[in-house]
Antibody, heavy 122, light 107 residues
């Protein structure tokens, strides 16, 4: 079955960096876009980035553009989120999710990981 | 960027009631609209995609409708296990914005 497992979260000081990983299994990883979504404590969902199946296309929310970088390694069946210049407002649970396939219709974000918590505080 | 506006932000209804949540997109997104359910302390779960297609395993009391800019999620008979926050999402283009959420409680 489809599984997504995030890792790499933790406590970091403002201005610091963190790299999140999401390991996938149970589907043809290289056939799908992947997205990162976050949720600040007590707040709603915020989509922050996606990457195409090959990695050639990326897109970001304005709130993270220029600070965060999404990447993937299809050989390692993983997607990553490099987060730089972190701010207190980046404190959130970060989820990866399977996005649209390269063939056929998109089923939106049909599988989600359990999330990894990022806390930005001095 | 496309904005997604949900209403109401919260509601309280009795078991067995029909519940309706609306979502409005600031631009035409065709039928690229998804609904997610997030129970307290849990990971969001896809309920409906393509505005009206039920994800596998989702109870038939959930339904979705709409296209263009106006969409609706309906729970035909509210059950105690439906207590959750519900989010709509545009996936027509980036940014793939979510609505602000609708919290559903039992009266």
């Amino acid at each position: 079955q489809v599984q997504l497992v995030e890792s790499g979260g933790g406590l970091v000081k403002p201005g610091g960096s963190l790299r999140l990983s999401c390991a996938a299994s149970g589907f043809s990883f290289s056939d799908y876009y992947m997205s990162w979504i976050r949720q600040a404590p007590g707040k709603g969902l915020e989509w922050i980035s996606y990457i195409s199946s090959s990695g050639s296309i990326t897109n970001y929310a304005d709130s993270v553009r220029g600070r965060f970088t999404i990447s993937r390694d299809n050989a390692k069946i993983s997607v990553y989120l490099q987060m730089n210049s972190l701010r207190a407002e980046d404190t959130a649970m970060y989820y990866c999710a399977r996005d649209e396939p390269i063939r056929g219709y998109s089923n939106a974000l049909d599988y989600w990981g359990q999330g990894t918590l990022v806390t930005v505080s001095s | 960027d496309i904005q997604m506006t949900q209403s109401p932000s919260s509601l309280s209804a009795s078991v067995g009631d029909r519940v309706t949540i609306t979502c409005r997109a600031s631009q035409d997104i065709s039928n690229y609209l998804a609904w997610y359910q997030q129970k307290p302390g849990k990971v969001p779960k896809l309920l409906i995609y393509a505005a009206s297609t039920l994800q596998s395993g989702v109870p038939s009391r959930f339904s979705g409708s709409g296209s263009g800019t106006d969409f609706t999620l309906t729970i035909s008979s509210l059950q105690p296990e439906d207590v959750a926050t519900y989010y709509c999402q545009n996936y027509n283009s980036a940014p793939r914005t979510f609505g602000q959420g609708t919290k559903v409680e039992i009266k």
